[in-house]
């Protein structure tokens, strides 16, 4: 069973491609505040080729965030490559290929993520999510399914309702698995991310 509190990565965000997305924070005179508090999760990751990809984050706010990749079935050299984010570079060590950097440009109000499952969401109606039944463990699960180009994409994630982390999501195009990850390991640290 999956202990409450978590986050999620990518292989993308640990190559060095990350979303760039809004992350809610309340405003204070001298602070400001996230809407996810620190916490550390582990999930895996397949893709549509079978592909398997075991990734942990360390989320110390939108502004400070590590990830490792623990294990590859597609690279396994590549196993222990790590990306930091530390609010302007993006960092990317690989055992393989050495340090690369990146400095992102953002947009106004756009933090990095590791992944797009991540971003906060409201996961409403209004935005084109349907409620489904909890999940076995009590998570809340959403569906939303679009039509781009004559091809229909289906997302059905599911949520962490005390913490609001996704700690699963499956996505298909047509029926066919694009990718599915599941959180196996999930910490939240005690406090509120800040930061000046």
């Known amino acids: 069973m999956l202990a409450r509190a978590a986050a999620v990565l990518t292989v993308a965000a640990i190559a060095g491609v ?41 989320w110390r706010g939108s502004r400070s965030w590590t990830t490792v990749l623990r294990a590859s079935s597609a690279d396994p050299g590549s196993v222990g490559r790590t990306g930091n984010w530390d609010g302007t570079t993006l960092t990317s060590d690989d055992p393989a290929t050495g340090r690369s950097t990146y400095r992102p440009e953002l947009t106004v109000g756009a933090p990095l993520v590791p992944a797009q499952w ?10 084109g999510w349907e409620a489904l039944g909890p999940d076995a463990d009590g998570n809340e699960r959403f569906r939303k399914t679009e039509t781009r180009g004559g091809r229909v ?37 005690p406090g509120s991310a800040r930061y000046p």
């Open 18 to 58: 990350v979303a760039a997305a809004f992350v809610h924070t309340d405003t204070g005179a001298a602070q400001r505040y996230e809407f996810y508090t620190p916490f550390r999760m582990v999930w895996v990751e397949e893709d549509a080729r079978g592909a398997v990809y075991t990734i942990e984050l360390m």
């Open 118 to 127: 991540l971003i906060a969401s409201r996961y409403s109606p209004e935005d």
């Open 153 to 189: 994409r289906m997302v059905i994630r599911t949520r962490d309702p005390d913490t609001w982390l996704v700690v699963g999501s499956t996505t298909t195009i047509d029926g066919e698995l694009l990718n599915t990850v599941r959180v196996i390991e999930l910490e939240v640290r």
